[in-house]
Nanobody, 119 residues
Framework: QVQLVESGGGLVQPGGSLRLSCAAS????????MSWYRQAPGKERELVAS???????NYADSVKGRFTISRDNVKNTVYLQMNSLKPEDTAVYYC?????????????WGQGTQVTVPS
């Protein structure tokens, strides 16, 4: 079955770095657009970064220049390198996979990993 397993979250001081990983299985990883979303307490889930099957990337304005998304199609893993972390980056970070096969759209989510940057 499909699995997206995030790891790498934790507590980090402002200005620090973390690298999130999302290990995927159960689908053709290389054909899917992979994304990281986050949800802070009391806020809606928001897109942080995405990377297409061709390697094109997209970032939320709030993380441009600080976060980098990448993928390894051999390891079936997507990464989010987060630098210069701020308290407002505190959230649960979710991995997402979206693919389309013919007219069918497939959308998968991981369970989330907590990132905490104290103020």
């Amino acid at each position: 079955q499909v699995q997206l397993v995030e790891s790498g979250g934790g507590l980090v001081q402002p200005g620090g770095s973390l690298r999130l990983s999302c290990a995927a299985s159960g689908f053709t990883f290389s054909s899917y657009t992979m994304s990281w979303y986050r949800q802070a307490p009391g806020k809606e889930r928001e897109l942080v970064a995405s990377i297409s099957s061709a390697g094109f990337t997209n970032y939320a304005d709030s993380v441009k220049g600080r976060f980098t998304i990448s993928r390894d199609n051999v390891k079936n893993t997507v990464y989010l390198q987060m630098n210069s972390l701020k308290p407002e980056d505190t959230a649960v970070y979710y991995c997402n996979a979206v693919g389309k096969i013919y007219q069918f759209r497939y959308d998968y989510w991981g369970q989330g990993t907590q990132v905490t940057v104290p103020s």
